[in-house]
């Protein structure tokens, strides 16, 4: 008996030690630390339901721990038969009513909460107030597109919002089901192949200044090999940061100085380009747009959504996709490039920046 | 009593089909297994109900669907729900003769009804409409060929079952197994009814 | 067994049963009737231009369901004794089979 | 005829089980082909926590992974923890209501054959070109995207094996409405019994689905159907609809037995009635008819909209009460018991807290505006993995230990019982108590990496640890029983000396015939009435005579053995001209066995009344 208690015990001590080690996770990634106001209203309605459960939790453990050692068999009492109760209506009755009554606690706000998440009546087109900001994302294998319907141009990998307003998005994949989640902003929504989804988040500015200005975003649907490495980033900035970024962006145009990252350019221009653009304003239909636009490419955090964004990183990914990201669909669409034709592409993409 | 002793119209149970231990385990087990087509069938709907405008440029259901035939098809199957009826009525006569004929009859308006069936599927192929034409097709083909092969398995359970025992006559061994053919027969009936409203039906208003 | 015997005296069991029988068999033939006419009715209703299909779709359906019903009570004989658990189960698959569709036509809409 | 205590040479013991209709040894057979697989399974969980040990890591890495994490899952939950709830079922339900044996011991070893080819079928695919790889859960876009054969290896695997099932299910149902000894009233029945009954309809109305839905993802990619393929009109929608309309009362399906492995185990060892029958009763039907109003809970994230993500979550939330009720009977069962603390009950006592956790991230989940951000995070994995390791894979293991004197004959040794216990109980909770917080802290679900800086790294190699302690339990069980079986203390009839239900009367292993005279029943518990009243046996309720028995048969092996011969066939006949000719070749062999079947008449035999006379005294002596 004692060494059951001492187990519980020591297994108590080192999950509390665990958590203690582990915090509750980074700011740009965890739902525990909510950086708007969706993903706020997520995590007030996981308190609730974990205050209730923590409670059902300490009754039960409660009567469980003082039944197991009560009502042990002690020695010489192995013949003993106790007296056989068939039950209690009165207890019965009362452990009905009461988790009944505290499941419509978290009903009510779980059927509210719902309801306001769903709210997208202002994103119709139509009547769309000109302040509101679209955005269309388009998940596909192992990248995502970032379309700004109403300014006209187009993202890939980094998403960028403004902050502290209801940002709308129509979310949809072109190949596989996909799902399309910032953790620490709000819960995630699936991005299916035959129709559009569509919600909004709310971006915090104090929390971004928190988290370092970006957030890290995650494709949570098993969508193939690559599924773990379907990264994309989320930089939200101030309202004006964001309007200057945008008149950016439309007229955004490649321009190159070096003559290494010429010779890049003219390698691009030769294999890349039937995919890739280098424009923001990339007017060519969804289905033409197969592989991520690369206008800001200089301006990234991250190469290809998970390596560090330098030099060494993006020659490796060029030379070899596959051994960064497993059935990826760039590898193969290319003959092999020398270490020359590399080092010039680098430069090239390298000097591809927005800002 | 004993499966296989030899009775008379007298001595034979007023259920046959209930009379040994087996033959209730058979009747309530096949009962069950109805239920459990029930939902096979339910989900081969729903899925034709989520699919029939899915035509992905083919023909649709008003311009395909030929109405005269699935009348046809409708009262051969109508009837042979009732003849197989009158089977099971003699059977509980003890009447062994004349369940065997009424059970023929049925398996030759089951063929009938098969055979309809074919030709229609063989028509709309001609038309264009091919299982791997479209969402619509597809579903249509599975739910309605799905219930084909229902009745072309009846059919060949059915003649087994006659022709086992054309010999040996009606025992309690056997009559379990008339009778439960003879339920399946009903349930393929069943089915039918909601495919032609449906389908067929429903398909020709929208 | 599940003999019924009432009288003790087989003969008289067995007139009695033929007549119960043939009784059954009579009310089968009318149900069959009804049946077919039930049928004739809905391909009427459909083939028919004037009605619009808000109404027809609904009283076909509703034909089906009663045209069933004659099938399940009257040629499977679903209200004899001894069919209550079959009754129960095939109703609990009607149940499933309900919300199935039901999800269907309502969750599964683009 | 009769097989007691003959010698037999290892050819005619194999040709024995492949023949057998006897419901004790197909339980065993389920039990052994079960644990095999749960160690395959097991295995393949190793190897993904290996993987995730640290970020980065390379072990096991992108496509080889998701077929590793889909065969874990695939494995577990269809070709480990059913088959063993299957040969619990198996060996108890017929004795516990005082049947000689199931409804249709013919359909009870196809059914087992069914399994076992789908089974082997589907294991095949790590031979022949690659395992599927698109989730346990199949998802129709990514599974007509994937290339080669796996996910045909899932799905024609998935669909005979569930056709094993299926007729497993209206077996036992039938078995319980009609093969009741005289006195088992429903109300009398034992809870095992109970929840196998609730749990063979749930399986009656939700494999049907599953196979529908397996069908149309085999014409998509196999004969070009466009059920799920967006291009032709089709919607995958309807998968994820189907698979969940079957995937929820699965869950159910696994858990209810266990709660009646549990209320046996904790009636038993607290030496008490369970308390509160009738509620727990009804709780179990409740549990499976809610079980089929919730299945959508899983989808809101997919779009279904507010509406009926609202009305999903509501349902979801009112499982609770009947489960909760469950919970406070099972301790008031213990209050003011007598507790033993065996092996079993160690496991019956570890589930509440266990489950409760489990129980409780369920309630949490089902409140759809916070599990979106839940939804196919670790927390997800950590919830299933707690209701289902929690619940039941301790019900198994409780159970195995139960009742292994009464299938083996032979007590498995208590110390080592105990020991794997502890280590499996402690690597439980080490393995699967961070995972919640990883969930939390933004890890997604089947990612076979993560990257280093995200604040994942601790919890992941935690979590890790855990896997290995249970492992090591694994392991000492099967040290546990090689010892038993080569030199294990023989077992009496009542082998723990408390037991209430009939299984308990009868020899341990029972004669092929179960009872030499079909017991009375008198009440609940109908063995503790007899001993409570100084009666030695049980009460029987006909002379002893002869007693009929089912003849075995290879058809049942035969006709399985012609659908895997099928299967291949058809998932080759796109690519070799053959294909087409084994799958109909398959087919006819299958159909050709059930024609057989159907003509050749099989009344069975019998025992007679001086055999088992003579069968009895030798277990008296």
């Given amino acids: 008996m004692k060494k059951w208690l001492l187990n519980w015990r020591l297994f108590s001590l080192f999950s509390v030690i665990a958590l203690l080690l582990a915090g509750c996770g980074k700011p740009f990634l965890s739902t525990l630390q909510p950086a708007g106001e969706v993903a706020d209203m997520q995590y007030s309605l996981m308190l609730l339901s974990t205050a209730i459960m923590v409670l059902v939790i300490i009754v039960v453990t409660i009567i469980f721990v003082y039944v197991v050692i009560r009502f042990r068999q002690r020695k010489g009492e192995e013949k003993k038969i106790p007296k056989q109760v068939e039950g209690s209506h009165k207890l019965e009755i009362i452990w009905t009513v009461i988790p009944i009554l505290l499941l419509i606690i978290l009903a009510v706000p779980t059927v509210s909460a719902t309801f306001k998440l769903a709210d997208v009546k202002p994103m119709n087109k139509e009547k769309r107030d000109k302040n509101i900001v679209v955005v269309n994302v388009r998940a596909n294998l192992y990248w995502w597109e970032f379309e700004y319907p109403d300014y006209g141009i187009i993202t890939s990998q980094d998403l960028v919002v403004p902050t502290n307003e209801r940002v709308y998005f129509n979310l949809k994949a072109s190949d596989v089901k996909h799902s399309f989640w910032i953790p620490a902003v709000g819960g995630k929504m699936d991005t299916n192949v035959e129709n559009k989804n569509q919600f909004w988040l709310e971006f915090d500015q104090k929390a971004t200044d928190e988290a370092g200005g970006i957030f890290y975003g995650k494709c949570a649907e098993l969508c193939g090999p690559s599924h773990a490495l379907m990264d994309f980033k989320v930089k939200p900035l101030p309202r004006e940061e964001f309007d200057q970024w945008v008149e950016k962006m439309k007229n955004a145009k490649p321009v190159v100085t070096d003559s290494v990252a010429k010779e890049g350019e003219a390698i691009f221009n030769k294999s890349c380009i039937g995919c890739h653009a280098v424009s923001p304003v990339d007017n060519r239909p969804e289905q033409a747009r197969t592989a991520p636009n690369l206008a800001n490419f200089g301006d990234r955090t991250r190469i290809a959504g998970v390596l560090e964004h330098n030099e060494e990183n993006l020659k490796k990914w060029l030379k070899d996709p596959d051994s960064v990201k497993p059935g990826n669909k760039m590898t193969g669409t290319y003959g092999n490039l020398t270490d020359e034709q590399i080092n010039a592409l680098t430069k090239y993409l390298m000097s591809l920046k927005v800002e | 009593m004993h499966v296989e002793e030899k009775l008379t119209a007298e001595t034979f149970p007023a259920s046959p089909e209930k009379a040994t231990l087996e033959g209730k385990n058979k009747f309530l087990g096949f009962w069950l297994f109805l239920g459990g087509e029930t939902v096979l069938f339910a989900s081969l709907f729903a899925t034709y109900l989520a699919l029939r405008d899915k035509t992905a440029g083919g023909p649709s259901a008003e311009e395909l669907f030929k109405m005269p035939l699935v009348f046809v098809a409708t009262m051969l199957l109508l009837t042979s729900s009732l003849t197989s009826v009158y089977a099971i009525y003699h059977m509980k006569n003890f009447d062994f003769k004349k369940m065997q004929l009424w059970f023929g009859i049925t398996v030759l308006l089951g063929a009938g009804f098969l055979g309809l069936e074919i030709f229609e599927f063989n028509e709309y192929v001609r038309e264009g409409h091919v299982f791997t034409k479209s969402a619509f097709a597809s579903s249509f083909y599975t739910l309605v060929g799905t219930h084909g092969a229902h009745v072309a398995f009846g059919l060949l359970w059915i003649l087994t079952l006659m022709i086992r025992n054309a010999k040996r006559g009606l025992d309690l061994y056997n009559a379990p197994k008339f009778y439960v053919a003879s339920l399946y027969w009903h349930f393929i009936d069943v089915v039918w009814v909601f495919i032609f409203t449906v389908v067929y039906l429903m398909g020709m208003v929208g | 067994m599940a003999n019924q015997t009432n009288t003790g005296n087989p003969n008289v069991d067995l007139a009695y049963r033929r007549k119960k029988n043939a009784e059954e068999m009579k009310h089968q033939v009318i149900s069959f009737i009804l049946m077919i006419a039930l049928t004739l009715v809905a391909f009427f209703a459909v083939g028919y231009d004037e009605f619009s299909h808000w109404f027809s779709v609904p009283f076909i359906l509703l034909l089906a369901v009663v045209q069933v019903a004659f099938q399940l009570y009257y040629f499977m004989h679903m209200s004899h004794k001894g069919h209550e658990l079959p009754a129960l189960f095939l109703y609990g698959g009607v149940l499933v089979a309900f919300l199935t569709v039901w999800a269907f036509m309502t969750v599964v809409w683009w | ?621």
């Fill in chain 4, 1 to 621: 005829m009769s097989t007691l205590a003959r010698k037999k040479g290892v050819g005619a013991v194999i040709w024995d089980y492949l023949t057998t209709v006897d419901h004790k040894k197909i339980a065993i057979l389920y039990l052994i082909a079960g644990g095999f697989f749960f160690l395959i399974g097991g295995l393949e969980a190793l190897f993904i926590r290996i993987q995730l040990a640290k970020p980065n890591n390379d072990f096991l890495v992108g496509g080889l992974y998701n077929q590793v994490l889909t065969m874990h899952g695939t494995t577990m939950i269809f070709l480990a923890a059913m088959p063993l709830v299957f040969a619990m079922m198996n060996a108890v339900v017929p004795i516990q209501i005082g049947a000689r044996d199931v409804a249709f011991p013919f359909l009870n070893a196809l059914g087992f054959w069914l399994f076992f080819f789908g089974g082997v079928f589907l294991n095949l695919s790590w031979f022949l070109g690659g395992a599927p790889d698109a989730g346990w859960t199949s998802y129709a876009s990514l599974s007509l995207e994937s290339p080669g054969h796996g996910i045909d290896f899932y799905v024609l695997g998935l669909q005979i094996s569930g056709f094993g099932t299926l007729m497993g299910g209206i077996n036992f149902l039938v078995t319980i409405i009609n093969m009741r000894a005289p006195g088992m009233t429903y109300m009398r029945m034992p809870m095992f019994t109970w929840a196998t009954f609730v749990t063979s309809a749930l399986i009656l109305f939700a494999f049907p689905p599953l196979t529908v839905g397996l069908i149309f993802m085999m014409m998509d990619r196999l004969f070009g159907g466009n059920f799920y393929n967006p291009a032709g009109g089709g919607n995958t929608i309807i998968w994820e609809h189907l698979f969940w309309i079957f995937g929820h009362p699965e869950v159910y399906i696994l858990v209810l037995p266990a709660f009646g492995i549990f209320s046996e185990i904790f009636a038993t060892f607290s030496k008490k009635r369970l308390f509160g029958y009738s509620s727990m009763v009804f709780a179990t039907v409740l549990i499976g008819f809610l079980g089929f109003m919730v299945w959508a809970h899983h989808m809101f994230t997919v779009g279904m909209g507010p509406i009926a993500n609202a009305i999903f979550a509501v349902a979801t939330m009112a499982i609770a009460v009947p489960t909760g009720i469950k919970i406070f009977n099972w301790l008031f069962t213990m209050w003011g018991g007598n507790i033993r603390f065996t092996t079993p009950m160690l496991y019956a006592v570890a589930f509440i807290p266990s489950f409760v956790m489990g129980g409780v991230t369920g309630v949490m989940n089902a409140a759809a505006a916070a599990d979106y951000q839940y939804h196919d995070s670790y927390f997800v994995v950590a919830h299933f993995h707690y209701v289902i390791v929690g619940g039941v894979v301790f019900a198994l293991l409780a159970g195995a230990h139960y009742w292994w004197p009464k299938m083996f004959g032979k007590m498995l040794n208590e110390t080592l019982g105990k020991i794997t216990f502890w280590l499996f109980f402690i690597g439980f909770h080490l393995t699967f108590f961070i995972q919640h917080f990883l969930g939390l802290m933004g890890m997604p679900r089947r990612v076979f990496t993560y990257l280093p800086g995200q604040g994942l790294e601790t919890g992941n190699l935690i979590s890790t640890v855990g896997a290995f302690f249970m492992a090591a339990a694994t392991i000492v069980l099967l040290v546990n029983v090689v010892i038993t079986t080569a030199k294990g203390q023989k077992a009496e009839a009542d082998a723990w000396g408390d037991g209430r239900t009939l299984e308990w009367a009868v020899a341990s292993p029972p004669p092929e015939y179960n009872f030499a005279q079909t017991p009375l029943v008198r009440g609940l518990d109908a063995l503790w009435i007899e001993k409570m009243e100084g009666k030695k046996g049980l009460t029987p309720a006909e002379p002893l005579g002869d007693i009929h028995m089912p003849n075995p048969s290879i058809l049942p092996f035969i006709i399985s053995l012609g659908l895997f011969i099928a299967a291949f066939g058809f998932m080759y006949h796109n690519e070799y001209s053959w294909g087409l000719f084994v799958g109909i070749g398959g087919l006819l062999i299958t159909l050709g066995s059930m024609f057989l079947r159907s003509v050749i008449d099989d009344h069975g035999f019998h025992i007679h009344k001086e055999e088992v006379l003579e069968a009895e005294k030798g277990v008296k002596a």
